[in-house]
T-cell receptor, first 116, second 113 residues
Framework: AQKITQTQPGMFVQEKEAVTLDCTYDTSDPSYGLFWYKQPSSGEMIFLIYQGSYDQQNATEGRYSLNFQKARKSANLVISASQLGDSAMYFCAMREDPNTGNQFYFGTGTSLTVIP | DSGVTQTPKHLITATGQRVTLRCSPRSGDLSVYWYQQSLDQGLQFLIQYYNGEERAKGNILERFSAQQFPDLHSELNLSSLELGDSALYFC????????????FGPGTRLLVL
C-alpha cells in the first residue's frame, strides 16, 4: 500500500483565491510527522509546514495551513490568497517513528497553477 | 536558502562512468539523506546517514554507495552509470527540530549520455 497518496495530479486556482491540496497517509505508528514541500520549476525543494501526530491544533505558517484529520488519515494543505508565485509542484511527505526506520515517504505530488 | 549545499549543480557523463556527488548539511545537522528524483519514479529515498553511521536504507542500487565523513559532509558515489540514472539527486539534512524536518539542497542534475 502507498504510504502517501496525492490524488490530484493537477490543480488550477484563481489568483487571490484559496486552494486545498489533498493528502492521505497510511501508517500504524502512533508517532509520525507530516510535511509539505513546494518544488517550483527551478527544481529546489522548499519546506512549507509540519504537523506532528500528537499536535492538537492544525499547523499554520503564514498563508499555509494544514488541515489534519487524524481519524481519516488526511493532511490537506490549504493555501490562502493564492499568488502567481505559488505555481509549483507540491509534495506531501510522512516520517514514521524514528525508532522504526526514520524513512521519509513522499507522495507523487500535485501540480498547482495559479491563474491571473 | 536552506543552508544545505550540493556540488556540482550539473553533471554530464557517459554510460559506464563513475561520478561523485557532494553534500554539506546545515550547520549543526547530524543527519544527511539522499534522494533521486526522476520523471517516471518520482522522489525516491536512497539512504540516510546520522553522524557518520548509516541509519536507513531505501531503494539504493548496489552500483550506488554513500558515506558521511567526520566533518558531516556526505558523498554519493554512482558507478557503472546507465541512461536510466539520469535524474535530479537531492541531499537533505535534518537536526533536532520539530519532526526532524528535512531541508533540501538545490540538487545535482545528472545527465548520462
Amino acid at each position: 500500500a502507498q504510504k502517501i497518496t496525492q490524488t490530484q495530479p493537477g490543480m488550477f486556482v484563481q489568483e487571490k483565491e484559496a486552494v486545498t491540496l489533498d493528502c492521505t497517509y497510511d501508517t500504524s505508528d502512533p508517532s509520525y510527522g507530516l510535511f509539505w514541500y513546494k518544488q517550483p520549476s527551478s527544481g529546489e525543494m522548499i519546506f512549507l509546514i509540519y504537523q506532528g501526530s500528537y499536535d492538537q491544533q492544525n499547523a499554520t505558517e503564514g498563508r499555509y495551513s494544514l488541515n489534519f484529520q487524524k481519524a481519516r488519515k488526511s493532511a490537506n494543505l490549504v493555501i490562502s490568497a493564492s499568488q502567481l508565485g505559488d505555481s509549483a509542484m507540491y509534495f506531501c511527505a510522512m516520517r514514521e517513528d524514528p525508532n522504526t526506520g526514520n524513512q521519509f515517504y513522499f507522495g507523487t505530488g500535485t501540480s498547482l497553477t495559479v491563474i491571473p | 536558502d536552506s543552508g544545505v549545499t550540493q556540488t556540482p549543480k550539473h553533471l554530464i557523463t557517459a554510460t559506464g562512468q563513475r561520478v561523485t556527488l557532494r553534500c554539506s548539511p546545515r550547520s549543526g545537522d547530524l543527519s544527511v539523506y539522499w534522494y533521486q528524483q526522476s520523471l517516471d519514479q518520482g522522489l525516491q529515498f536512497l539512504i540516510q546517514y546520522y553522524n557518520g553511521e548509516e541509519r536507513a536504507k531505501g531503494n539504493i542500487l548496489e552500483r550506488f554507495s554513500a558515506q558521511q565523513f567526520p566533518d558531516l559532509h556526505s558523498e554519493l558515489n554512482l558507478s557503472s552509470l546507465e541512461l536510466g540514472d539520469s535524474a535530479l539527486y537531492f541531499c537533505a539534512s535534518s537536526g533536532q527540530g520539530p519532526g526532524e524536518t528535512q531541508y533540501f539542497g538545490p540538487g545535482t542534475r545528472l545527465l548520462v549520455l
